[in-house]
């Protein structure tokens, strides 16, 4: 499963300390590092050791060289810039009137392949709603589950104020999907442990890979719930077996710029020393 080159190996080790599976060892002082009994079944195909590897010494059968796309530096951004890029980005609940190219979505969810997930298990799939038409049957179908739970669970629709959303869209307010023209759905297989925090993972980098973009995101917290737990909405929605929508995401081209960024709860922080 793994090559390293005996001439560009410098014995230097790294890819033994950095080997998330501790499945590579040096076995004499001058050989290169090697397989452990059972590491090919044990790798999680992470490509630590071939990205790692200073000397471009190391293969894997399945990690492509030709897949693996050089760090540039100079694409580097400062903690200056990283924090305000994360401090100003924003919920958007106000979008034009105007579909965002499948292009863009497709670059977005592509950066989003890279988001980290327990075991390398990369269990993330998407659902795109781009047709608006379909988002907003859908979105009645959220109403519908409101109006139920006004019944079933009056706390809860009081607590979450459904009685405000459902008035608002008697009178032709979207208080679910804010109008937008497109949702993206993250799913995986309820079965897998690892799918919940990839799918929340990977929505939020496709979030700032949008707002890097100049596109308005709202993480749509009612639909997903409703998806969840609404056998009408599960079913339209029509995802592999054993799927669940994890994550949900309003998309559009933000009608307003925001030009101050609201405070927020002062950090709670314990130190143990
Ligand atoms: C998991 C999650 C679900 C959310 N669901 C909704 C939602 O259904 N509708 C909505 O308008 N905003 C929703 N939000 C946005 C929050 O209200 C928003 O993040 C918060 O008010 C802070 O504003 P900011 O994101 O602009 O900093 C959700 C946020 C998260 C993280």
Redesign the pocket.
């Known amino acids: 499963m793994i090559h390293i080159d005996p001439e560009r190996c410098k014995r230097d080790l790294i890819c033994v300390m950095e080997c998330p599976a501790r499945i590579l060892e040096q076995k004499t002082k001058e050989a290169p590092p090697v397989l452990v009994r059972d590491g090919e079944a044990l790798c999680i195909r992470c490509g630590h050791c071939v990205a790692v590897c200073p000397h471009e010494a190391f293969s894997h059968r399945d990690i492509p060289g030709d897949q693996l796309e050089p760090v540039r530096p100079e694409l580097q951004i400062s903690f200056d810039q990283t924090a305000q890029f994360l401090k100003s980005?924003?919920?958007?609940?106000s979008y034009k009137n105007q579909p965002v190219e499948r292009e863009k979505i497709l670059d977005i969810l592509n950066v989003a392949r890279f988001a980290p997930s327990g075991h390398n298990n990369q269990p993330v799939s998407w659902l795109v709603i781009y047709n608006t038409d379909e988002l907003r049957r859908l979105t009645s179908m959220v109403i519908d589950w409101m109006r139920q739970m006004q019944q079933e669970n009056p706390a809860m629709a009081a607590q979450w104020h459904f009685d405000r959303i459902l008035a608002g869209y008697e009178i032709g307010m979207d208080?679910?999907c804010?109008h937008a023209p497109h949702l993206l759905i993250a799913h995986a297989d309820k079965a897998d442990p690892t799918a919940p925090d990839a799918c929340?993972i990977a929505a939020s980098a496709a979030e700032l890979s949008a707002f890097a973009m100049g596109l308005g995101v709202?993480?749509?917290?009612?639909?997903?719930t409703a998806a969840l737990f609404w056998p009408p909405l599960s079913q339209a929605l029509a995802l592999p077996s054993g799927h669940l929508p994890y994550?949900a995401l309003?998309i559009g081209y933000p009608r307003f710029v925001y030009h101050r960024i609201?405070p927020?709860k002062q950090l709670s922080i314990t130190w143990r020393t």
Do not use: D, L, Q, T
Not at 89 to 93: A, D, E, Q, T, V
Not at 218 to 224: E, L, N, S, T, V
């Open positions: 980005r924003r919920s958007i609940r208080g679910i804010r929340v709202c993480w749509a917290g009612f639909f997903r994550a309003m609201p927020r």
